[in-house]
Each structure stands twice: as C-alpha cells, then as structure tokens.
C-alpha cells in the first residue's frame, strides 16, 4: 500500500499512532510531503526516525527549507565558518525560522547533536525532493507541501521549481479548480480548518486535489491517505488547541 501524509510538526507520538493505526509494514510505502520540524515537541528524534525508513519518503516543506537555509554545513573550515556565522543574511533566515515560524526546539535539539548526526541532517534536507510523481494503476498524483500552481508541467519541463511551491497556499480560485491537468494533487501546508470549520481535523478532497494537513500540532488531528483505495485514517492531536 502507498500512504500519504502531511505537516507532522515534531508529533513524534501522533505518527507511531497512525502507523499502528493503517499496520504499516516493509511492505509498505509512505510519502510525507513536508513539515515534519519544528512547532511539535520531538522534531529531531522525528525527523531521524523517518531518515532511517527506508520506505519512508520525505518531499521538502518550507520548514525544512528553513532550517536547511540556516544550517552551516559541517564541512566548513573554521574561517569559513567565522566569515559566515555572523552574515547578514544567514541572521535574518535564522530570525524567520526560529523566531516567527517555531524553529526553536528543533534549533536546540539540532545543536545537541555529534558532528555525524548533523551532518547527516544537513546532507539528507538538502538532496530533498521539492515535487514527486507517482502513477498508480490509472491515476497520476503530484505531491507537493503547498501549491503546485497552474504553470506546474512546464517548470518540471524546464527542471525549475522555485521555492514558491513549498510557501504558495491552494486558496482563492485554486481551491476549486483543477490545478494540473490529468493529475490529482495532494498538498499540505494549511491546516484544513482554515478553510472552514466544518473541515476542521478533516482531509479535503475538491476537484481532483487532497488538502491532508489536518492541524494535528495545533491540536486538531493528523491525517493519512492511502492512495490504493482512497481511505482516510486519522489520529486525533496531542497537543492543545492553538487555531
């Protein structure tokens, strides 16, 4: 079976739950389309624990785009390291990604960590996938954490994919129309209810797209979709109401 799930935030209890939940096995195959740090309360241990699966498969959300934009790599020398650390712009993404987009537990506990595990942090965020195609029987899927846009199939022509797609929301005419011809999207990035309450801990399904941020970090639920059949499993949050 192939799974789907978004926007995990550091909910390191949630996730175990739902893998109980849908009995996934070696067999299996689970792709998480961005934003498993940060916000929750275990992002690092989190995100180790999905870079040791081998058939788990994480595509870049914009916080992992975040945190690897305020990464040094590990393997600097020292003068490049001091000419860097105080730059202007390496302030400013650390500002955006711990200050105002809840990076701090996923900072410190990324700085408690040896030499080796940081780099195998910064070496595996940095060779993540922004988009993946899949093809199941008769249908074609895009996941992709926030907005594939309409211009989609031509920037994957191309091989150009800006980081808008990570930060873009489905919304406005977006959210009811079919965005890439033949295909169904699945997209994270905004919490379901702030489309409605009455979608509140749901997934979206609309036009050939699946919204599968539930807001399981802001105290609503996690999400999965298995693309085989098109049952949906959910976990209920852990963590208290912020929306």
Known sequence: MIYVMS????????FKKMLNKISFSDNDILYIIGDVIDRGPEPIKLLQFIMNSKNIHLIMGNHEEMMLNCLLSPSLSS???NDMKYS????????????????????KDYNKLSYREQKDIYDYLRLLKKVENIQLKE?????VHGSPGKCLEEKLKRKVLSSDILWNR???EDFYDDLVSGYEVIAGHTPTIEYGKEYAGKIIE???????DCGCVFGESLGCICLDNRA???VRSEQPSEI
Do not use: F, P, V
Request: glycine share 8%.
């Open 139 to 143: 249908k074609k899927y895009i996941l």
């Open 88 to 107: 202007r712009d390496l302030q400013m993404n650390r500002t955006l990604w711990i200050l105002y987009n809840g990076g701090e537990n996923t900072a």
């Open 7 to 14: 926007d995990l935030h550091g909910c390191l209890s949630e």
């Open 206 to 212: 609309i036009n050939h797209k699946y919204l599968i």
């Open 232 to 234: 949906q499993y959910y």
């Open 170 to 172: 489905i919304e406005g």
């Open 79 to 81: 003068e490049e390291r």
